[in-house]
């Protein structure tokens, strides 16, 4: 009987796939990276050819790990770099051009041009989210003007467009499905957030046409079987997708409104739980689509921080005064505190909700007692304050308080870390157990879907915490840690 669920975590540098069974053990996790094309300054693209190869690469390697048969899997699911944006043959499946990827901002110039004509209100309204680069809709616009037919082919139903959800189902189920969940289809600057269907205001907007797009689906669903893969039996349900931040967030198991989790990477992303109805922010913060699983949709607020890792990686690469991320926490802890050291790490100007992008990386308080150590601590301390700053901005927006704070990603790793953000926060932060929470949401929603798991409670019951972080810090401590920061912060 089939009994293993294969999730897929496509990212930007590189695929992840792990084999799970019924009782949520990791039966095998291979990864396989591939190209990144920088065709101009600012610029990214990726080949879509190269996604596949990774992704059929890492599916044979992860079955053979596991030493289990395709045979054997009773589900896949699937979790994406969100807004990469890609447009294929309706009959061959071949991309007319590379992908071109979220962080890529060749359209820079067209959507500053949409915001002076006075549309970004409505498109926020509509989408809960701003007209910039990042999100699919320009850059859709961009391939059918550029690429080689693109307008002509997509007038006559030749074309299909995704985001790379939409592009592996299809591979996966030889063309036979063409479609995207709710989570990836509120990234696109297209879908109605209160319908969750394609608008027609906002396609005329970006002029983008209807022929080309998936059917938006849930989250959580049978979007048809495998057909010739070569790595892969026919016949496997292809039953769970989302975004990889709304998956983390169900691998999370934040099932409840208020329910929040931090994914602490290069920079970090922090989504909570809004429940039925969406919440617009007035603090820059994004309004998306987490889920939708049956009948029942959950929002999410979002927002991310640009540095996280990265501000580690800069004392490392930068200053040299660590040989590797992991030494920053011994070093940190040779000190007992930061002393009046302030580090506020806007190595790429300040996101949400500050959105200062001309604001630059500062060290304030510096004395001749300030050693290497010193530094180390106040740069862990200062990514804790760009997420507290976040957290706060989402608590007043969704007007619910965070019962717990779930943190995953490499710097979660960081005790140090991890307890002043519970000192800052005043809430508990729980790490948990599984740390891959992206490719575990995707195998969630794949197995609720196909009758592996029951409901969701068998899921939190499942999810157990590897460490959890008590606040402890006194509420005077706090208020002048938090004072020094925003003197800090509006220096920047």
């Known amino acids: 009987m089939a009994s293993y669920v294969l999730a897929i975590d496509q990212g930007t540098t590189g695929t992840t796939v792990l084999v799970l069974d019924r009782r949520l053990s990791v039966r095998a996790k291979v990864n396989q990276e591939f190209r990144q094309i920088f065709p101009k300054p600012g610029w990214v693209e990726h080949d879509v050819e190269d996604i596949w190869g990774s992704t059929l690469a890492t599916v044979q390697r992860a079955l053979r790990e596991a030493g289990i048969s395709g045979r054997e899997v009773a589900a896949i699911g699937i979790t994406n770099q969100r807004e990469t944006t890609a447009l294929w043959e309706r009959r061959s499946g071949r991309p007319i051009h590379h992908a071109i990827v979220w962080q890529d901002r060749r359209t820079t110039e067209a959507c500053a041009t949409l915001k002076a004509a006075g549309h970004e209100p409505r498109v926020r309204e509509k989408t809960g989210l701003v007209i910039d680069p990042y999100f699919s809709a320009t850059k859709v616009r961009w391939l059918l003007d550029n690429a080689r037919g693109g307008g002509g082919r997509a007038a006559a139903g030749e074309l299909a467009f995704g985001t790379i959800d939409s592009l592996l189902v299809w591979r996966l189920t030889g063309g036979a499905a063409h479609v995207t969940d709710v989570s990836n289809a509120s990234r696109t600057l297209l879908m109605d957030l209160r319908t969750r269907a394609w608008d027609g205001e906002l396609l005329d907007l970006f002029d983008v046409p209807r022929s080309v797009l998936p059917e938006i689906r849930s989250s959580s669903e049978v979007y048809g079987v495998t057909k010739g893969v070569k790595v892969l039996p026919d016949g496997i349900p292809v039953a769970g997708m989302a975004g990889d931040q709304q998956a983390a967030l169900f691998g999370q198991a934040c099932f409840e409104p208020g329910e929040a989790k931090c994914t602490y990477g290069t920079g970090a992303f922090l989504l909570q739980n809004t429940g039925a109805d969406p919440v617009f922010s007035s603090r820059g913060l994004l309004t998306t689509v987490a889920w939708k699983v049956g009948g029942e949709v959950a929002y999410a607020l979002e927002g991310s921080s640009f540095i996280a890792g990265a501000a580690v990686q800069w004392l490392r690469d930068g200053l040299g005064i660590i040989k590797k991320a992991a030494d920053v926490e011994a070093l940190a802890r040779e000190v007992k505190d930061s002393g009046d050291l302030v580090?506020?790490?806007?190595?790429?100007?300040?996101?949400?909700?500050?959105?200062?992008?001309?604001?630059?990386?500062?060290?304030?308080?510096?004395?001749?007692?300030?050693?290497?150590?010193?530094?180390?601590?106040?740069?862990?301390?200062?990514?804790?304050?760009?997420?507290?700053?976040?957290?706060?901005?989402?608590?007043?927006?969704?007007?619910?308080?965070?019962?717990?704070?779930?943190?995953?990603?490499?710097?979660?790793?960081?005790?140090?870390?991890?307890?002043?953000?519970?000192?800052?926060?005043?809430?508990?932060?729980?790490?948990?157990?599984?740390?891959?929470?992206?490719?575990?949401?995707?195998?969630?929603?794949?197995?609720l879907a196909t009758g592996v798991w029951k409901d969701r409670e068998e899921i939190r019951r499942s999810w157990k915490v590897s460490k959890r972080f008590e606040p402890r810090m006194k509420p005077v401590e706090r208020e002048a840690h938090l004072a020094r920061w925003r003197r800090a912060v509006q220096a920047a």
Request: glycine share 10%; no cysteine; aromatic share 8%.
């Open 343 to 447: 580090f506020v790490p806007a190595l790429a100007g300040l996101g949400a909700p500050h959105w200062r992008p001309e604001a630059r990386g500062l060290v304030r308080g510096i004395d001749r007692g300030t050693t290497a150590a010193h530094l180390a601590r106040a740069t862990l301390e200062g990514i804790a304050f760009l997420i507290f700053d976040l957290a706060e901005a989402m608590r007043a927006e969704a007007g619910k308080p965070f019962p717990t704070f779930k943190v995953d990603g490499g710097a979660s790793q960081n005790d140090l870390l991890m307890q002043f953000q519970a000192d800052l926060l005043d809430v508990p932060v729980e790490r948990p157990r599984m740390v891959e929470t992206t490719a575990f949401g995707a195998a969630f929603l794949a197995g």
